[in-house]
């Protein structure tokens, strides 16, 4: 102890913690006993039940994405070859009509007897077609987008024959 009288003011602050942390626990204790301690284990064991269950979902999904990320990239691979092919056949596609379109044009300074019959109104009674036709670009459905693929791919080695 303290000379000073220092040792009587640090008894007088414990007994004042005590005093403190005996109405606190006091209070704790009451609420405690008001709650039935097999209630509070059963929360507890259903808790504990719970975080089993998110945590293999949690695992389960981390799977899930880790693989689906694997899928993903190789998809997106074939996607843009995809999207190469489909390019590369507009553009050649394109090319095809240009050519057409040169070459109706030739036939018809060449035999322009043989357009004289044709009419621009939109009559194909008599077998006739319109120039104009032939001069804008096809509309291609996307659904047949597939099956003009395949078409490409079987008929690839004649065309590349003639």
Known sequence: MDASGGGAASSGAASSQQNVA???ETFVNI????????DVKAIIAQQNLMLGRFEKTNEKLERFNSLESGRFGQAMEQFRSHTRVLTDMKKDLDAVFRRIRLLRGKLARQYPE??????????????SVKLSQFDRQPHIPPVLIPFILVMMETLEPVILKI
């Open 114 to 127: 043989m357009f004289e019959g044709r009419c621009d109104d939109g009559d194909t009674s008599s077998g």
């Open 22 to 24: 005996g109405p606190a």
């Open 31 to 38: 609420v405690g006993g008001m709650v039935d301690q097999s």
